[in-house]
């Protein structure tokens, strides 16, 4: 497992969930109030409807390439992050913009509010 208290550690590991499909462990990835507008309408507010989001997509999506973000550092407790991923279903690319809001507490890194769109 990542160490969550790092950016570096925090984005390796949301990679592996992520990958893993394990839903649970992707959820426990955002703070309880998170905020997620990703591929569909609707903002999706707090962890369960986080959850109910990822546990919609395909079977065959996964992240194929997700550089480490560049990173703004607002305090010692709160980052906002920019990058361009390319996820995947199966062997069809989705080229996303990602950008993530991430607060520390506790010593751990979790996402507060998430945005994905995709690109082009």
Same mark, same amino acid.
């Given at each position: 497992?990542?160490?969550?208290?790092?950016?570096?550690?925090?984005?390796?590991?949301?990679?592996?969930?992520?990958?893993?499909? &394990?839903? &649970?462990?992707?959820?426990?990835?955002?703070?309880?109030?998170?905020?997620?507008?990703?591929?569909?309408?609707?903002?999706?507010?707090?962890?369960?409807?986080?959850?109910?989001?990822?546990?919609?997509?395909?079977?065959?999506?996964?992240?194929?390439?997700?550089?480490?973000?560049?990173?703004?550092? =607002?305090? &010692?407790?709160?980052?906002?992050?920019?990058?361009?991923?390319?996820?995947? &279903?199966?062997?069809?690319?989705?080229?996303?913009?990602?950008?993530?809001?991430?607060?520390?507490?506790?010593?751990?890194?979790? =996402?507060?509010?998430?945005?994905?769109?995709?690109?082009?």
């Amino acid at each position: 497992m990542s160490d969550l208290s790092t950016l570096e550690g925090f984005h390796k590991r949301w990679v592996e969930v992520f990958n893993s499909h &394990d839903l &649970d462990a992707h959820a426990a990835l955002y703070t309880e109030d998170a905020m997620l507008f990703g591929a569909v309408p609707e903002l999706m507010i707090g962890r369960a409807a986080i959850r109910g989001y990822f546990a919609g997509r395909g079977p065959k999506v996964h992240v194929a390439h997700y550089p480490f973000p560049h990173i703004v550092m =607002i305090n &010692d407790e709160v980052a906002v992050t920019a990058a361009h991923v390319d996820f995947a &279903d199966g062997d069809t690319l989705m080229p996303y913009r990602v950008t993530w809001m991430l607060v520390k507490n506790l010593g751990e890194w979790k =996402i507060a509010q998430h945005h994905g769109s995709p690109r082009g």
